[in-house]
């Protein structure tokens, strides 16, 4: 018998650094022990044969817009909701259907952090190939992730940079690479801005096609002087040099932290060591395996996304084989989270912005659309606090909850709902 | 378009979806609560508009007859034959043509040069600051949700449109509500009274999880209160601003925002506090269109939303602040658009707002590393609004604050 605080580290371990159990994964995690379960839960597969059966959309280049108000337009603007509809699919059964959720979690997490959103983009296509980006190195070297970025046409485009000459620089990316992407506010001053501003001139967006040019006409090759350095740098050069700052070994942990452990308490110190060679990898396990993982009081909230995934997982959902797709999409938008439209380019929100009364309303409007379609047979088999407890990864129940699932009786679609809206499950605890 | 794609394309956009899930909760069944706690005549209510990306002040209000103005905005300056002439040489952008209408009854108040000291060009930093009311030291909670601190618990009382809550109205103890446009539905039966023991507090929660249990008690409340007053129809203002200064879609989200809010206000909900938002004003490139479009939006649907106050009887009760987290810079960058920069104007518009200019001009001579300098403490402003309508003591809200602007005519 597991004690509690093993079953609250393990529910954090299955929720955070996945999208929580399927059905009996939690017992059998349990069963192994919280050393094996953990080790097991941090360590990204060689491959995932779930994950990859889901198959990739078709992306097309769909060229520029045509005129408004002509057949053309409608046709064209056809074939974009087509697409982006077929990519919010395709992520969210990946993260649905992965047997081991880590590499989707992280990958989720970075979309966060690189925060850019179709809303402006466009297409769907630079939004694929940037997750494409974001998953290669999810879990690997954060120079590379971040060279690869500044270079990112769905990035580039997003914040300007695509609109960017020497003649007269457009500061909007120089200053989210270093406040949001890289440093952290108060790491750089308002001269570092305009400096690397100037360095990063030169890059055009070929926006429907995803692909960028670099024009040296347009490009600034005078030297920069930027964090006390001085020189003639290119994107990744500037790139490297953040990536270098010690600034950047506080900043990126500190993030993880925020989104992983605690919005509230403060960073343990001795995380960032973990990040000292900007390995995402030993940092992610050093998260994973800190003593704060067991400190009652680290909760967190499930966003949207996650709570719909953790949901789909437990009732072996595959998002895209829903009745109606576009009740699941519309319900996302309306609980303010739709993966690839983070509201601005600091990403979503956390914690308390969840928990309105709009949100309780439209999760438990959804949760009983998702139960009615979900497979309950693992909970039919043992609706006792403590199944369903283990059936959804959850370390305990409080009395009222637990008086709420006495009033529903056996009935598993009853207390499905109720269990997928009980405040332990939409806080993580 | 064939039928099948047509098919195909409805199921994935969710068109025709909604309608068949809501009959299936049937807001019928939701009781018909006449509110309990009706907000007095005279009582001050105050509406929060809040324009996301940083508002280019310059060419909101514009000092169209300034050479250095036209000079450093090549191809994004906006001359006579585009504003609307006020005074001092100052225009409102020529898509305000409802503001103008108010600025002419003396109802609309322009604080100009409104910002903080030390300004901060980072949008989340900036608008941090403007909702926490907190320029030097980073808190979390924001300026009206530490007055709801002050205030005992309802929910109704500090409501935001939308789904997610602005931090502007997170306090301590205490946080407001938020609703979405198209209001509230709770399910009925056996499962309405197993939720409403979900909503229970327990003696074990953490606080994030009180605040979950919280939220569904509040959902309970909110729906029973609100929803039967949300399928009335928005009140019809007598006279319809004019909309010279083109159409700009009446349809915006700012607008179906305030007409929500309207309906409340008309049926005399207990709410002091809306918070309302748009969102766009990130005006790096392409400027001239966007920000046009974006400040005739707001421009029309306030006025229209005062129109709406005048009919209903709550012209002099009702309030309205805009503002944005910072202004632009003055020099143009090379894709038609501006970076961030600081000071900008801020709007009150009400019944009781002493119309006219307030705070100085910004200099365009004397810049600060090519920013405009701040005239005016935005907690001058905040000063204002706590004091005189929500009759609370500024210094306990704001950090020691003591001044504020004269723009409220005494009660």
């Known amino acids: ?429 | 378009m064939d039928t099948v794609t047509r098919r195909k394309f409805l199921q994935l956009t969710g068109a025709g979806a909604i309608a068949g899930i809501a009959a299936s909760l049937s807001i019928e069944e939701i009781a018909q609560a006449a509110l309990s706690n009706p907000l007095p005549f005279g009582t001050p209510i105050v509406v929060v508009v809040t324009l996301y990306g940083g508002n280019d002040g310059l060419n909101t209000v514009v000092p169209y007859q300034d050479s250095i103005y036209q000079a450093s905005r090549p191809g994004i300056s906006l001359d006579a034959s585009k504003v609307i002439p006020l005074q001092d040489g100052l225009a409102l952008n020529g898509s305000m043509t409802g503001f103008k209408s108010l600025w002419d009854q003396k109802k609309l108040a322009i604080v100009r040069g409104v910002g903080y000291p030390q300004p901060d060009h980072s949008h989340f930093s900036s608008m941090a600051i403007w909702q926490s009311a907190s320029p030097q030291e980073h808190i979390s909670s924001g300026w009206i949700g530490r007055w709801l601190d002050s205030q005992p618990h309802d929910p109704m009382r500090a409501i935001g449109l939308g789904s997610v809550l602005p931090p502007l109205l997170a306090g301590s103890k205490q946080v407001g509500s938020v609703l979405p446009l198209g209001g509230l539905v709770i399910p009925s039966g056996t499962l309405a009274q197993e939720c409403s023991q979900l909503s229970k507090p327990s003696g074990a929660d953490t606080p994030l999880v009180a605040l979950a249990a919280q939220s569904m008690a509040d959902l309970f409340k909110l729906s029973g209160d609100v929803g039967p007053v949300l399928k009335k129809s928005a009140p019809v203002p007598d006279v319809l601003p004019t909309q010279a200064g083109g159409n700009f879609g009446g349809d915006s989200s700012l607008s179906q925002q305030l007409d929500v809010v309207a309906k409340l206000i008309a049926v005399n909900a207990p709410t002091r506090v809306w918070a309302v938002s748009l969102g766009g004003f990130d005006t790096h490139a392409d400027e001239i269109q966007g920000q046009t479009t974006l400040l005739g939006t707001v421009s029309n649907s306030i006025t229209r939303f005062l129109s709406q106050m005048e009919k209903v009887g709550r012209s002099r009760d009702v309030t309205v602040l805009v503002y944005s987290e910072f202004g632009r810079r003055v020099k143009a960058n090379a894709s038609m658009g501006t970076d961030h920069g600081t000071a900008g104007p801020v709007f009150i518009a009400g019944g009781r707002t002493q119309g006219g200019f307030y705070g100085d001009q910004p200099s365009l001579k004397t810049l600060n590393n090519g920013d405009l300098m701040v005239t005016t403490d935005f907690r001058d402003v905040y000063g204002a609004i706590l004091e005189d309508l929500l009759n609370t003591d500024k210094s306990r809200v704001i950090d020691g604050w003591k001044s504020k602007l004269p723009v409220f005519a005494k009660a």
């Not at chain 1, 491959?47 to 002509?70: I, M, R, Y």
């Not at chain 1, 996304?305 to 519309?330: D, H, M």
């Open chain 1, 1 to 429: 018998m597991a004690d509690l605080l093993d079953r609250l580290e393990l529910s954090r371990l299955s929720h955070r650094f996945g999208f929580g159990p399927k059905p009996g994964e939690f017992a059998q995690l349990l069963n192994l022990g919280i050393d094996t379960a953990r080790k097991k839960i941090l360590t990204a597969p060689i491959s995932d044969a779930a994950a990859e059966s889901v198959t990739p959309p078709v992306l097309t280049d769909l060229g520029f817009f045509p005129t408004q108000k002509t057949q053309a337009a409608a046709d064209f603007n056809l074939a974009r909701q087509l697409q982006i509809n077929a990519l919010y699919t395709w992520w969210l059964d990946r993260m649905a259907l992965a047997d081991q959720a880590l590499i989707e979690r992280m990958t989720w997490f970075w979309h966060g952090h690189w925060a850019t959103s179709y809303d402006k983009v466009q297409y769907a296509l630079p939004m694929k190939i940037q997750n494409d980006t974001l998953r290669q190195y999810a879990l690997s070297d954060f120079w590379q992730m971040s060279r690869a970025m500044v270079q990112d046409p769905a990035l580039l485009y997003w914040l300007d940079a695509g609109q960017n000459s020497k003649k007269s620089p457009n500061e909007n990316l120089a200053r989210e690479l270093m406040e949001l992407f890289t440093l952290g506010v108060g790491n750089y001053t308002e001269t570092d801005v305009r400096e690397i501003a100037r360095g990063l001139t030169g890059w055009q967006v070929y926006r429907s096609g995803a692909t960028t040019q670099f024009n040296s006409l347009a490009h600034d090759s005078t030297p920069i002087t930027f964090l006390g350095h001085t020189g003639s740098y290119d994107a990744q050069g500037i790139s490297d040099v953040l990536v270098g700052e010690d600034a950047c070994e506080q900043f990126i942990p500190a993030r993880m932290w925020f989104r992983f452990l605690s919005t509230t308490n403060p960073m343990p110190s001795d995380l960032p060591t973990a990040f000292a060679n900007r390995d995402i990898n030993a940092l992610v396990k050093a998260l994973g395996r800190h003593g704060q993982m067991r400190v009652v009081g680290n909760s967190q909230v499930k966003s949207p996304v996650e709570w719909f995934i953790a949901v789909c997982r437990a009732l072996s959902i595959t998002p895209s084989k829903l009745q109606n797709v576009g009740y699941a999409i519309s319900t996302l938008t309306n609980m303010g989270q739709l993966p690839f439209n983070p509201p601005n380019v600091g990403g979503w929100p956390a914690d308390e912005a969840w928990l309105s009364a709009s949100s309780a309303q439209f999760r438990l409007s959804f949760a009983q659309y998702l139960v009615k379609q979900g497979d309950l047979s693992y909970l039919a088999k043992d609706t006792t606090d403590q199944g369903i407890a283990n059936w959804l990864g959850i370390s305990e129940f409080s009395f009222r909850t637990k008086s709420a699932f006495a009033a529903a009786g056996n009935d598993p679609a009853r207390l499905a709902v109720l269990a997928i809206c009980s405040p332990e499950y939409v806080v993580n605890a």
